[in-house]
């Protein structure tokens, strides 16, 4: 487990948050497919809080695509590094995330967040930060759909539904199980929307959430359990 410090010059104020999106959005590379699903490598990545305690733990768990085996993990434990405000949720995240991919041996492939990309207020969630700032092909799987709008999705797996911002589609609603409540799905960095959503339905072969997600969740919720204890 890699222990990780606030970076020098991380964002105080949401006023220097805000900034900082601003500038990094402009840099979400949308024209690329991405990796075709069921190949290579996919890695869900995943946070938990102690907020008592001040504890963020982050883990980041390989996928074979093909088979959905575990090949490799890693898990990170640092402070919390920003207050909660909505919209800014990265920056409490992305420093642990990042050194948890960063003490991954493997290349981590395709990165699935818990959480949304371009379906953000400002356009520019944990996917896409995440994706900017490694250079790596990323998507967002959320459990919810925020404040966007949708219709809701025919019964059958498979079947999707715009997400919609006004006429804008941030993202889709898609059904992973057949009359279960859908995932929303949206562009990090490097993948479209189409192969997103392709991704999405090729790890999820037996429950709602990504394997990805699932593996990546587990772990961070061991990892923090064993922080906190030590402390």
């Known amino acids: 487990m890699t222990t990780v410090s606030v970076p020098a010059g991380w964002p105080a104020t949401e006023e220097e948050a805000r900034a900082v999106q601003d500038e990094l959005r402009a840099r979400v590379v949308l024209g690329e497919a991405g990796p075709p699903p069921g190949t290579g490598r996919v890695t869900g990545v995943d946070v938990a809080y102690d907020d008592e305690r001040d504890v963020v733990a982050a883990a980041a768990v ?56 371009l379906a953000h207020p400002r356009r520019f969630g944990l996917a896409s930060h995440l994706g900017v700032l490694t250079g790596l092909p990323t998507i967002g799987v959320a459990k919810n759909p925020f404040a966007f ?45 189409d192969n997103a959503c392709a991704h999405v339905l090729a790890l999820t072969p037996e429950f709602r959430l990504p394997e990805s997600t699932r593996r990546a969740d587990a772990l961070c919720r061991r990892a923090l359990q064993e922080a906190t204890t030590r402390h």
């Open 62 to 117: 390989v996928l074979d695509a093909a088979s959905l085996d575990v090949i490799a993990e890693a898990t990170a434990v640092g402070r919390i590094s920003f207050p909660y405000v909505p919209g800014l949720l990265a920056f409490r995240e992305i420093p642990t995330v990042l050194a948890a991919l960063d003490a991954l041996p493997r290349e981590p492939g395709l990165v699935v967040c818990d959480g949304y990309g």
């Open 149 to 193: 709008s949708y219709a809701d999705p025919a019964a059958a797996r498979g079947s999707a539904a715009p997400l919609l911002a006004g006429d804008e589609e941030v993202g889709r609603a898609l059904r992973t199980r057949a009359g279960v409540k859908p995932v929303f799905v949206s562009v990090g960095h490097r993948v479209s929307l």
